[in-house]
């Protein structure tokens, strides 16, 4: 259909009136600062205007925004050239996979208070990437909690290779590459074989022969954590960041800021994140999620979820590496 290098040097909030020039001026920024080539002008046209309509959205939701009648803005994004189908479409690679049941489950202490707000963006070393067109979510939450919990631990920080997951974390580990996986099988494959740096085994987005040639982490295993939001707050807040798997059919596409409350998501789960915190903004409760579609995508890579209502599936399979 396209092909992509998906860098953005920003979002934009859509607050105008959709003019043909103005709309011509949006589409212009796009393509240069998304860098998307299509293969013919037929196709760049269908992409206009699947992207105008995309624009009409995203200003009839900022005007309601604007009025403080929801908790979240969208914008142009790297998908706004997509219909809501294709992007479902890219979002069901990632095909998150039956959980595997740990060696350990953590459960809420009643006897703990959890902190107001926790934000390990500010306590651990956090990168944020991007899985570019492969469905390797499930990688990039693997590496995004080992690199959290061994920077907690070790105090070193380090950037862990999703290539080395894709290439070797395979069936038998209950994952299939680019078309989806588990992060529970991910943390067996490390605790058994460890993982390689970014940089010794570095991102392709296809899957490729295993060629793990040294190990720069390894944990010792990983924890399930019960499937309820209370459990899952202490374990962000005494532990770390935490895998979680979600609903990202909901208003993903265009999400540029706030509190995601669209209502519309559901427990079928189809991708595969990293809680690294939680707060509260003017009443509303939120998690904050780092994803893997790039830094600039949402609120620099990350994003933040209504907290207490299980949305989005956050509760289904939630884990944590143990170092």
């Known amino acids: 259909m396209f092909k992509s290098i998906v860098l953005f040097s920003s979002l934009l909030v859509v607050t105008f ?3 043909d020039v103005e709309v011509a001026q949006e589409w212009k920024q796009f393509l240069e600062t998304s860098k998307k080539v299509y293969q013919s002008p037929k196709e760049e046209a269908k992409r ?3 992207f105008r309509e995309n624009l009409k959205k995203i200003e009839a ?8 009648k929801v908790t979240y803005k969208l914008g142009v994004t790297k998908f706004t050239d997509l219909t809501p189908e294709e992007f479902l479409e ?5 095909k998150v996979l039956p959980s595997i049941k740990a060696d350990e489950v953590f459960k809420a202490n009643p006897n703990f208070t959890a902190p107001g707000s926790v934000d390990w963006r500010k306590q651990a070393k956090l990168f944020v990437k991007d899985q570019g067109q492969c469905g390797s979510c499930w990688s990039f939450s693997t590496t995004g909690a080992i690199e959290a919990h061994y920077y907690i631990a070790r105090r070193q920080a380090v950037s862990l290779s999703e290539q080395n997951l894709i290439d070797c974390a395979t069936s038998q580990y209950g994952n ?6 588990n992060y529970n099988g991910a943390f067996d494959y490390v605790k058994e074989n460890g993982i390689d740096t970014e940089s010794n085994y570095p991102y392709r987005a ?3 022969s295993c060629n793990q040639r040294s190990t720069a982490v390894k944990i010792s295993g990983y924890s399930n954590v019960n499937g309820d939001e209370n459990s899952i707050q202490q374990a962000v807040a005494s532990k770390g960041p935490v895998s979680i798997a979600i609903d990202a059919s909901s208003e993903l596409q265009n999400y540029h800021s706030g509190v995601l409350d669209d209502g519309t998501c559901t427990s079928n789960v189809n991708h595969a994140v990293l809680a690294v915190g939680y707060g509260e903004e003017n009443g509303s409760p939120f998690w904050i999620i780092k994803n893997s579609w790039g830094s600039n995508w949402g609120e620099n890579g990350y994003y933040r979820l209504v907290r207490n209502r299980s949305a989005c599936g956050i509760t289904t399979m939630p884990s944590y590496p143990r170092i």
Not at 90 to 94: G, I, L, T
Not at 176 to 181: A, K, L, P, Q, V
């Open 61 to 68: 939701h900022n005007k309601i925004f604007n009025e403080g």
């Open 17 to 19: 009136a959709l003019s």
């Open 176 to 181: 299939n590459g680019c078309n989806g996986g």
């Open 48 to 50: 206009l205007g699947i």
């Open 206 to 208: 296809q899957q490729g």
């Open 90 to 94: 890219y979002v069901h690679k990632d």
